[in-house]
């Protein structure tokens, strides 16, 4: 604005000089409209501000990495004005970056209208992206004057990990060690200790299972089908933690993806697990129990509205007091040998899945076999988790 303003007060300049050198009617009147010129596009700026409401509609709270996030911005302009510009400048926080970004949009407005302006918001990274818009400034033709509509409106839109469709297998003992009273509401299995449903005898049904004493009320075989257990004989335990810079986001990324899509896969299962990490900032310690995906997204939220470094913890934490589980998935991106030497000093009752993202893991060749290593690619973490085994 301020060269524009520059080049129209060497406007006035030269119209100046050409009504002293030429004593001419026509060259008294350009000089006077161009004085008067500033003060005709004020009045036309200050009638299009004062009939014109400007609202932002608020954008939609949840969305998967690298999808697009519209933003609008509706407009109704009571005026026979149409300004060429309104400009807002949108600042982004967020995906786990304390650095702001910000960018400028710019649309016109026209006159005597209702009109809907949008722009994308998208993050390549797992996160809460926070999304300010302060003010919107609206310009006269000729970018002489501006004035300000306060906006002042602030959203925050989580971006998820994808959930992938993932085919894996359960060790036979991963189930097991864990007695559960808790019984899956969709499948049968073999607990006799539970009936999950009664239905009419089918040839090929095994006769210790036939209900003698409905089968005679009925004056019909029928046989119970008994429940499947469930239980909590799982922990995942992704390291919110990375010791490369430039990578830092990358690698949470594939920490979370990994984390979410096992929880995922166990959700579908109905096998009951647990999630267990360290917010170091909150300086806390989390074991939450995972039901279904509700459980699963609740404690999604919770890492994402905590911290990262580049240190870790969540093995730590976990080993000062591990419940009892017959699994553990343990996910990080750190390049910590010393992570060996503690997973066999653990309950030998155990068996360990160490998720490595990125390079392998030093040291890991020659280990126990109570000790499984995935290399995880974090920039295809569908294919590093395809077909290993639980």
């Avoid at 304390?98 to 026209?110: A, G, Q, R």
Wanted: with cysteine; glycine share 6%; charged share 20%.
């Amino acid at each position: 604005m301020a060269i524009i303003r520059l080049i129209y007060a060497a406007f006035v300049v030269i119209a100046g000089i050409f009504v002293v050198m030429y004593v001419d009617s026509l060259a008294l009147l350009l000089f006077i409209v161009t004085l008067a010129l500033p003060l005709f596009l004020f009045l036309l700026l200050l009638l299009a501000r004062v009939l014109t409401k400007i609202t932002v509609e608020p954008p939609n709270a949840l969305a998967t990495k690298g999808q697009a996030v519209s933003m609008k911005i509706h407009l109704k302009n009571l005026s026979f004005i149409a300004l060429p510009t309104l400009r807002a400048t949108v600042t982004y926080y967020g995906a786990f970056s304390s650095e702001p970004e910000k960018t400028e949009i710019s649309f016109p407005l026209h006159a005597l209208t209702t009109q809907t302006s949008s722009f994308d918001i998208k993050s390549e990274h797992v996160g809460v992206v926070k999304v300010s818009i302060n003010n919107i400034y609206m310009y006269d033709y000729f970018r002489l004057f501006r004035f300000k509509y306060k906006i002042n409106q602030n959203y925050e839109i989580t971006f998820l990990p994808e959930i992938l469709p993932l085919t894996l297998d359960i060790r036979p003992n991963t189930l097991l060690g864990v007695d559960s009273d808790i019984f899956s509401k969709s499948k049968k299995g073999d607990d006799p200790s539970e009936v999950f449903a009664i239905r009419d005898y089918v040839g090929g049904d095994k006769l210790n299972r036939i209900h003698w004493k409905l089968s005679s009320k009925a004056d019909n075989l029928m046989v119970k089908d008994y429940s499947l257990p469930i239980n909590n004989s799982i922990s995942i335990i992704p390291e919110l933690a990375s010791e490369k810079g430039e990578n830092l986001l990358n690698d949470l990324d594939a920490v979370l993806e990994t984390t979410i899509n096992l929880s995922a896969f166990l959700c579908d299962a109905e096998i009951i697990h647990h999630i267990c990490w360290y917010d170091p900032k909150g300086a806390r310690f989390f074991d939450e129990e995972i039901k279904n995906t509700d459980d699963m997204f609740a404690a999604l939220g919770l890492i994402l509205a905590g911290g990262i470094d580049n240190q870790g913890g969540s093995l730590e934490f976990w080993k000062k007091d591990r419940p009892i589980c017959s699994h553990v998935a343990y996910v990080t991106a750190l390049q910590n040998a010393s992570v060996l030497g503690d997973l066999g000093e653990l309950s030998y009752a155990t068996f360990y899945s160490v998720f490595k993202i990125g390079d392998e893991l030093s040291g890991a060749e020659g280990t126990a076999g109570a000790i499984q290593f995935i290399t995880v690619n974090p920039d295809n973490v569908s294919d590093s988790l395809a077909g290993i085994t639980l």
